[in-house]
């Protein structure tokens, strides 16, 4: 009964690097979703992803970021040449259906910092 | 231009009391409110949702209840608990239009239950 799996969990990126981080949703799921929480900030949405799909990424920087959910394997955000203000937990979510009303189920997140 | 405010960055109850966490929004558009928890390096766990047509939720010791012409809604836990201690989320929901449904979070009100 394995829930949203995230990896890493930590993730130490020197500036000028890439960074992937790693979302297995939950089995059934179809829908995923990334949110970004900066230090003492709340959670901001970046992506909407179904299977092969990005359905919403209003919420991504228009550079450096992009965000993938193959037919096989899991949902992958990759972050290009980072820089110190992509620093920040990172987390996905996934679920059944496109509606939010029932609360997503969210990962444990990947914390990034860049050095 | 924060949609979803969360005024109180901490809360201290005592063990047993009613713990009342508030949260003011700004968008008139939002159709779902809901309440998460989260502990220190995990992921937010869904606690309770509100349809914006209804002005209270009950489930257990957590109650929601919303006031529309406010603008506002708080979760009630009564009696409150020791392992209630943690961040508890507002978040609301709204059709991006994109083909989401995105969640918008406050900052978070950090409680701190005294036994």
């Known amino acids: 009964n394995a829930g949203v799996m995230q990896n890493p969990r930590h993730l130490v990126r020197r500036r000028g690097q890439e960074a992937r981080l790693r979302c297995s949703p939950m089995?059934?799921?179809?829908?995923v979703y990334w949110y970004r929480q900066l230090p003492e900030e709340g959670l901001k949405f970046m992506v909407y992803?179904?299977?092969?799909?990005?359905?919403?990424e209003s919420g991504m920087p228009k550079e450096r970021f992009s965000a993938e959910f193959p037919k096989e394997g899991p949902s992958i955000l990759r972050i290009q040449q980072v820089v110190r203000g992509d620093s920040a937990a990172y987390f996905c979510?996934?679920?059944?259906?496109?509606?939010?009303?029932?609360?997503?189920?969210f990962g444990s997140g990947t914390r990034l910092t860049v050095v | 231009d924060q949609q979803v405010k969360q005024n109180s960055p901490s809360l201290s109850v005592q063990e047993g009391r009613i713990s009342i966490l508030n949260c003011d929004y700004t968008?008139?558009?939002?159709?779902?409110f809901l309440w998460y928890k989260k502990y220190p390096a995990e992921g937010p766990t869904f606690l309770i949702s509100?349809?914006?047509?209804?002005d209270k939720n009950e489930d257990g010791r957590f109650t929601v209840f919303l006031n529309k012409s406010a603008k506002h809604l708080s979760l009630h836990i009564v009696p409150s608990q020791p392992g209630d201690s943690a961040v508890y989320f507002c978040?609301?929901?709204?059709?991006?239009?994109?083909?989401?449904?995105?969640?918008?979070f406050g900052k978070g009100t950090k409680l701190s239950v005294i036994p």
């Open positions: 979510a996934s679920s059944q259906s496109r509606g939010s009303n029932y609360g997503y189920t």
């Open positions: 089995k059934g799921h179809s829908h």
């Open positions: 992803l179904q299977k092969e799909n990005i359905i919403d």
């Open positions: 968008n008139s558009m939002f159709d779902y």
């Open positions: 509100i349809s914006s047509i209804k």
């Open positions: 978040a609301a929901s709204v059709d991006s239009g994109a083909g989401s449904y995105q969640l918008t």
